[in-house]
């Protein structure tokens, strides 16, 4: 991976080459502390490595891009080992920016099948669905994971591999980074006033004095400056004065942060499966549950989680209510409960809406579905009641029409014959909170809300099978062993189904049961289903996707660039100052940066009273001088923009 | 919460208006850039000796026409730049060749940066009247901008809700953006070129929402009713309004990467000039360097990105409040996630070498196409538990 702060050609910027190393004699040691990337390797960059000879002398270090933090100290013993030459070249492959890039690919690839495929853990019934319509793909499919990608071996795959991928190349990029932040910025080059936007001017001052100056300018405008020693000696021999100066360093802090908050995202979304768990539960008005095992009509739960130790709360339902639009599209959905958030605590009184959980800890109570529970109660012949009891019925429509199963296996009726079969008693019945008679449809629904409750019903006598030991779905009846039954009802007698009205108090029972019973269905509750979830890594998952975004916002506004000063002496015991600067991306306002340090540096090199300076245009290679302007000190960018903006007063 | 009929109208009518003077104003940016001639070297010469930058910046098509003499060009400059004494060294010559191809390459890209912060005016000759067309055509954009932006504010009055409860709603919102990342973008370079590149796309968009995908305004179901899901509409809005931007300049800068492709090839003599060559005409020649569409596409990108991943993280943040998980894989989930490892894949690309150039903008399309899919295909085709999916 090129982490490269310095000499890695590219960076995201709009202008990689803007990137170049100081053309001149300080390749050495900028390319010393520059990690290298990929690019040099691949010989296909645009080549902003100032000196081949350079990256030759960092052989493999270099080549490996990333990987040098691990690899470049024993870089020159790697052809001895075989092995571990090919284990340490696939790791810098592996931690290499392309193979980032690769895997990146490969895990949206990865994903869309995902989207295309129904998905167990979303629905679970499409899938039963899918398989049963597509007899040879599915099963192929469903080998390939193809109905639990995100589980899939093959996806787990690819986003560890990337992550090993990251990692790897994180922990060298910090390692740079925290050395870059601790040495000073790359030297000058040998004469920084010919880089685009440099100039010069003479300086009374003489060069010590005048880098000194320019140190505490640039320092002034919170650069990173610092200027070489007072003895210190440029390659020729002469005396180095000059001033190397650096800002920006945020952006790689950010991009950093951000890749490590990345990996701190994965972490938590993966222990919180291993430590969450989701239950989901009905609770009839007026009833409630216990946050145990046994509560739950369905619960799922991670790897480590001790389902015998779950958060012992516990919650009472005492109102449920909803509301609708006069079209019937619901509006609001609350439910009042009561609740102990622990054991032996006391109870507290809450309200819990679509998007507002009452939340317990890092356990959290979602309102998710509701419906409609009858009452029921049977009756003896003596008018004793045997039986009763709230029967939640499952919606089927926007307008609640729902499906009732009521199964009672102890009616009090003998068991028939030498077998002892059971009797028991069953209903299956069609709900409906705003009963109207269709012409074609029959009993329907037309409002969501229990306006006017009906209930079309048929009885079943006969053997349930619920004794066996065999787990029964509850909201379905199976009636092989069973015999339907003549009622007498509102809608007269001797007929198989009935049609309630639970309003009316004088057409809501059925009679002419087994045994003279008579079931009467009384009233309505509504139901509330919850759904408990536990994931107590979420906390860590929010922060880690705070530092995602102002990781990611520091390293793709700030830029990163340098300034550097050199004096040398002139004639008189003054100097000739040279400024210049390089930015990752031009465009970006650095001309007129620049600009304005330049004035700053040449004020701070040119007291007041010392007399106007002659300038040297020393930039002056291409433009023929044209960039001499009022005190000889305006950068050639800046005034190429001059010229620019002049031209477009003249256009517009 | 009633709907207000009346003002759902005048929202409608506001919609209506602001595509019509849309569409106005993209003929009044085709005209202009029709119009317009390119600046060729002569015309260049013609200029003032006053007038440095015209003859300056013409040179990056020159740079184009007659790379071998550049090169040339740039090696002397690499040799000054390298103080003289590189070039005594015999062995240096062609490591002053090769410097002298980076040099030339800062001085092609300083230039692109140039253009598109100075404009390409350079470049391109505007006659005074087309440049008049071009102008009012701003003065239509920002009308239209207005009339649009009341039809979303009134749609918001009449629904009595913020107004992005569903697809019409939110591809108007969508266009919005776009139009708005155009004049932003307009208040700092000279991108007027770009006007009827972003108008077009802007309304058949609108065309479409208008058609196809109206609905009247009605209340919100309540699981859109949080607040967490308005910041997360909000950040998905407008980093798509951008990224349309950013599709917008790739496909400009595939078509003039070409252009400049075949300009070397026939500048080496390997290929014959097609006759929109010869007439130095072509819609194609009249965009600024590809090298300033590549570095505008950039730009765009790199703005709406964080967003983008604002807007996934609010999205989560929302799931979780709504259904208890914050991650679901849910299609809309998982396509948001497509789009964003494509954007980031894209932003690796720029800083990958031989990734750079066409490739990247090739991902950047297919992130683009992500992105629609995520927007339309997932809502029409497949469904998740997004209860706005399915219109
Ligand atoms: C899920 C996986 C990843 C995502 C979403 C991601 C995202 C990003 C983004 C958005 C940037 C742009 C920041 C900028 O322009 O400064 C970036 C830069 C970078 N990423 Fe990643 N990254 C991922 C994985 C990796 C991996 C596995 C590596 C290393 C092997 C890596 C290395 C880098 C480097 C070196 C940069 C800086 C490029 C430069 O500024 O020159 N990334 N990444």
Redesign the pocket.
Known sequence: ????TQS?T????ADPPADVDPPADVDAPVDADAPG?AEQADGASVGFDPDPAASRRLPDGHAGG?ARGSGGASASGLGRNPALALAIRSWRQL???R??LL??FL?ALAAVPGSLLPQRNINPMRVEQYLSDHQTVGPLLDRLSGFDVFAAPWFAAI?LL??I??I???SS?IRWHARALFTAPPKAPARPGRLPGGSAWESPLPPAEATAAARTALRGRRFRASATATDARRPDGTPDHSVAAEKGYL??T??LV??VA?VGLLAAVGFGSWFGYSGTTLVVTGDGFANTLISYDQFTGGKLVNTAKLRPFSLTLDRFAATYEPNGEPADFRADVTYAPDLDTPTRQATVRVNHPLVLGDTKVYLIGHGYAPHFVLRDARGRTVWQGNVPCTPRDGMFTSTCTVKIPDAGLPPLGAQRVPQQLAFSGVFTPTTRLDPTHGYVSIYPAARAPGLTITGFVGNLHVDEGIPQNVYTVNTKDMRQLTLSGPAGAGRTAQVLALDNPGQRTLTGLPAGMRLEADSVAEFATFQVKSDPFKGEALLFSVLIILG?IA??RVRRRRVWVRATPAAGGGSTVEIGGLSRSHGDGFAAELGQLTTLVRDATVPVGAGPSTATDVTGTEDGGAATAPRGTQPRAAAADGAASRESEREH | MAVNEGVSSLSDHLFGSGMAVYAAAMLGYAAEFAFSRLGTRGAAAQATDADAAAAEVPAARVGADQPAVLVGVGGAAASEALGGDAVADPDASALAAARAREIEAVRQRDRAAHSLAGGNDGDVQVPVRARWVGRVAVILTVLGWALHLSSVVTRGIAADRVPWGNMYEYSSMICLIAVTTFLGLLTRHNVRWLGVFVMVPVVLYLGFAGTVLYVAPGPLVPALNSYWLKIHVVGAIVSSGVFLVSAVTTLLFLLKERWENRLAEVAAGRAEASRAMQNRGGIVMRLPSSAALDALTYRVI?FA?PIWTFAIIAGAIWAEAAWGRYWGWDPKETWSFIT??C??AY??A??TAGWRGRRAAAISLVAFTALFVDYYLVNLVITGLHSYAGV
């Open positions: 991976m090129t982490s490269s890695s590219t960076s995201l910027d990337g990333g931690t290499s920016m193979t980032a895997l990146l895990l986003y990337l992550f991928s990251l790897g190349c994180l990029r952006r790689e950010g991009n951000f890749h990345l990611l390293s793709l | 790199a990105f964003w490892v954007y980031a932003l690796h720029r800083a």
